[in-house]
């Protein structure tokens, strides 16, 4: 685990389900932890470069924000990081991970429209020359706000 | 919050789905992968199209409470947290129930997201999708035994699909049509 320090942790803790959205929001962030402004932006970019944030933004429902659908591939453990990488080069491919499971490629495909999104899958479906586990979100139980951090069970001993 | 829309508007004649407007979406593609760490990140994100930072707060907190954006946030990376092991699980439940049960697996702590998915006959039979986060695979399991026990006779069966290995991740959601991403 990177090494983060209290005012990490604050920042973490404190803005994971939500910025002040007011004209300057790393102001008011510093004003309510109490350190400059300065301080916060260079602490979320350093947090960013380490890749403990994934980013400061908008998390967006991108089954509202345009098209987007969860498919799977099944592909013998050999040839799998070369088909990972067809995948991967595709246009609309924002997530792909290797699975233990005989679908083994799992990633999201996203596209402006339904449409587009259905052009993109049935043209890497035909590079890919194998069938596509097509399984789009029929239903979202869950709003994600992010989860309290144990940072105490996460120390390394 | 809210913003009145005249339906004249010639931004009506543009949007697209979802409600989105031309500028709505040029938005969309300027902040996902995130916003700029600068004293005003909404004027950074609205020069370059030609409005002030009022108007893309503005046009922010609308896209938030249509639900287009769920939050604007410091959004964490659980996998350099310590969350090394993540794990899909991934559920064939009861039609008949697969409501109440999907919002009782989705309010357990450590689910991430749950949603309904359609089964693909016979060799893809599980309709509830969950992702449990934990330290290790021990805490996973321990997680879908909950999981199991909270569905009980609706649930016939069940895997955890752990990854081995992030081929690809960003914050890109939405890319532009003509867009080849890198």
Wanted: glycine letters at 8%.
């Amino acid at each position: 685990m990177a090494a983060l320090d209290l005012l990490d942790r604050r920042l973490i803790d404190a803005y994971q389900r939500g910025l002040p959205i007011c004209e300057r929001p790393y102001a008011a962030m510093a004003e309510q932890l109490g350190v400059s402004e300065a301080e916060v932006v260079a602490r979320l970019q350093s947090l960013q470069n380490e890749q403990v944030l994934s980013r400061v933004g908008p998390v967006f429902d991108h089954a509202r924000a345009g098209a987007s659908l969860l498919a799977a591939v099944a592909v013998p453990e050999a040839e799998r990081d070369e088909v990972a990488a067809v995948i991967n080069r595709s246009a609309g491919v924002n997530h792909n991970y290797a699975r233990e499971h005989r679908y083994n490629l799992w990633f999201v495909m996203t596209a402006a429209d339904e449409g587009e999104l259905e052009a993109r899958l049935d043209a890497l479906e035909a590079e890919l020359g194998k069938p596509l586990l097509r399984l789009p979100m029929l239903e979202g139980f869950h709003i994600d706000l992010g989860f309290p951090i144990p940072w105490a069970e996460l120390e390394v001993p | 919050m809210s913003v009145s829309t005249c339906p004249s508007d010639a931004n009506a004649a543009t949007t697209a789905p979802g409600g989105l407007d031309a500028v709505d979406r040029a938005i969309v593609l300027a902040t996902q992968a995130g916003l700029p760490l600068v004293p005003d990140p909404w004027s950074a994100v609205g020069k370059p199209l030609g409005i002030d930072g009022a108007e893309v707060r503005q046009r922010m907190q609308r896209m938030q409470a249509a639900g287009i954006i769920r939050r604007i946030a410091a959004v964490p990376n659980h996998y350099r947290l310590g969350y090394l092991a993540n794990g899909m699980t991934v559920w064939d439940v009861d039609d008949a129930h697969i409501d109440r049960l999907g919002r009782a697996v989705a309010a357990l702590p450590g689910v991430s997201h749950c949603y309904r998915r359609p089964r693909h006959l016979p060799e893809w039979p599980y309709n509830l999708f969950a992702m449990l986060h934990g330290q290790t695979h021990a805490d996973v399991e321990r997680q879908a035994d909950e999981l199991r026990s909270l569905l009980g006779d609706a649930c016939r069966d069940h895997r955890i699909l752990y990854s081995s290995r992030i081929l690809k991740k960003t914050g890109l959601r939405l890319a532009g049509r003509s867009d080849r991403q890198a």
